[in-house]
């Protein structure tokens, strides 16, 4: 460290230190700024998922009641009923693609 100390030079302005650093602190209230938006945005985001996601699971859980209703009278709705099934499936795998994606965006 000693050594480093001796290798930097002596003759510079103080001013002019004073003045990178005052950039310094600039670019990074800047970057605070910019990064407390992009976590509002995502923040955002996230609510706006798991708003989706009730909406969708409500209205998932009212289609399987009336289709499962009509699964032993049937065939035609046993085939359907399997079909939401798989829907469901695909969506929740969907939901956690997206939850997952979000929490490396934060």
Do not use: C
Not at 1 to 24: C, F, G, S, T
Not at 43 to 62: F, P, R, Y
Request: charged share 35%.
């Amino acid at each position: 460290m000693h050594q480093e100390w001796e290798a930097l030079p002596k003759d510079v302005n103080r001013n002019q230190y004073l003045k990178r650093i005052n950039e310094i602190i600039k670019k990074v209230k800047s970057q605070n700024s910019s990064i407390k938006e992009i976590i509002d945005e995502v923040k955002g985001l996230q609510a706006s998922t798991i708003n989706v996601t009730g909406e969708i699971k409500s209205i998932d859980v009212e289609v399987e009641e009336r289709v499962f209703k009509d699964t032993a009278k049937d065939k035609v709705a046993k085939e359907i009923y399997m079909e939401i099934q798989a829907l469901k499936s695909n969506f929740d795998k969907l939901i956690t693609g997206v939850q997952e994606e979000n929490k490396l965006r934060t």
